[in-house]
């Protein structure tokens, strides 16, 4: 079973607000990654880490930040919300190094975000 | 990662083998063959992954040909609960890249 946690599931929150989605993972991974998706629609990409103090942007352009100051955190944060801001996020981990077991990648359960 | 192509959709029956086939011309020497499966409202799950030959576990067998150049998931007896998308990825994941999933395959599975 998974050991990677996000809160909260669900959030409804007003425009203009700064909020903070978490994610911990209890399975020592270096790598972690924060993945969008509307319903139906592809995962994008949003940002990853490959480890402590590193973080990198990824092919969408989603006006939010991350930080990597611990192995088993990596919080997502928006600024100001925005109703285009409204999805569900995925956080997920896998082992660093190389070999097989680093494309192994385990995803939470996801927070819904809705902005009004 | 390297690139890979695979069907948008299929549909399929219950009590029916799918085979999903994925291609990846551009596979390199140390690239694994890794597939995911996601339910609707919930984040992908790793279900197989492979080198050569093939490979089978409780949920799937993955098919490699010789020249790697392509792989085939294969979903013996899907039920209503496989219906799902499927991704297919190929890649060492080395440090400083990240897990690109595509568009991936989606399944349905009909009563």
């Known amino acids: 079973e998974a050991d990677i946690y996000q809160t909260p599931r669900y959030l409804v929150i007003g425009t203009g607000k700064k909020i903070t989605l978490e994610c911990s993972q209890t399975m020592g991974h270096d790598k972690m990654y924060w993945y969008q998706q509307d319903p139906g629609m592809e995962l994008h990409l949003i940002h990853y880490?490959?480890?402590?103090?590193?973080?990198e942007k990824g092919d969408l352009s989603s006006e939010s930040t991350v930080s990597r100051i611990r192995t088993e955190h990596f919080p997502l944060t928006l600024e100001s919300a925005r109703p285009s801001h409204t999805s569900q996020y995925l956080c997920a981990s896998s082992p660093g190094g190389q070999g097989a077991m680093n494309t192994e990648a385990f995803f939470g359960q996801g927070t819904r975000l809705t902005v009004v | 990662l390297a690139k890979t192509t695979q069907p948008i959709s299929m549909d399929s029956y219950e009590g029916q083998e799918v085979n999903i086939t994925c291609s990846h011309n551009n596979i390199a020497t140390n690239d694994y063959i890794t597939w995911y499966q996601q339910f609707p409202s919930q984040g992908p799950r790793f279900i197989i992954q492979?080198?050569?030959t093939k490979v089978t576990n409780e949920v799937a067998s993955l098919f490699i040909p010789a020249d790697r150049k392509s792989s085939t998931l294969s979903l013996p007896r899907v039920s209503l609960s496989d219906t799902a998308v499927y991704y297919c990825l190929v890649g060492p994941n080395q440090a400083g890249t990240a897990l690109i999933f595509g568009k991936g395959t989606t399944l349905s599975v009909s009563s």
């Open positions: 880490s490959y480890g402590v103090n590193s973080t």
């Open positions: 492979g080198y050569k």
